[in-house]
């Protein structure tokens, strides 16, 4: 579909600016859920983004590769690794409260918990977080309490 209108000094084309904000979603989508630390058009992965759609996945990283974990509420625990030698995390868990509005509502947890790991030697560690709420007063329903992620950590980057 191409709209054209007029007005002002030229012609805005719909259909471009759909196709960059697809291309941008593309890449955003790139980033997030299982992702590996294999080369890509330039050159070898240095840090890989995990969110809730990684949890229960095994993902694989080069020695060397920082893991990101953004986990999308504020009940969530800090993410630990289970190996710390050999995923080690860097620097302390960051929490940033979404401002209230018609999208969050006081109470509900929104915001997120970062926690940013490096990668060292070759070996395996699962990065595990925790929540019991899920909202205001509300218990999270049992597959919504415990996010796990298995991560394969292959020679040097």
């Known amino acids: 579909m191409e709209r054209t209108e007029s007005g002002g000094r030229g012609r805005v084309r719909l259909r471009t600016a759909l196709g960059a904000l697809a291309g941008a979603a593309v890449l955003v989508l790139a980033g997030c859920g299982s992702s590996s630390g294999s080369a890509g058009?330039?050159?070898?992965?240095?840090?890989?983004?995990?969110?809730?759609?990684?949890?229960?996945?095994?993902?694989?990283?080069?020695?060397?590769?920082?893991?990101?974990?953004?986990?999308?509420?504020?009940?969530?625990?800090?993410?630990?690794?289970?190996?710390?030698?050999?995923?080690?995390?860097?620097?302390?868990?960051?929490?940033?409260?979404?401002?209230?509005?018609?999208?969050?509502?006081?109470?509900?947890?929104?915001?997120?918990?970062s926690t940013d790991f490096l990668a060292h030697g070759a070996g395996s560690a699962q990065l595990t977080a925790t929540r019991t709420t899920c909202g205001e007063a509300l218990l999270c329903a049992p597959d919504q309490r415990t996010f796990t992620v298995t991560v394969q950590i292959t020679g040097t980057g």
């Open 41 to 113: 058009p330039t050159g070898p992965a240095t840090a890989v983004t995990l969110d809730e759609q990684a949890n229960n996945t095994t993902v694989t990283v080069k020695a060397g590769v920082t893991v990101r974990v953004d986990l999308h509420s504020t009940y969530w625990s800090a993410v630990t690794s289970s190996a710390p030698q050999l995923l080690e995390q860097t620097g302390r868990p960051t929490v940033v409260p979404s401002p209230t509005g018609p999208a969050c509502r006081v109470g509900s947890g929104c915001g997120t918990v």
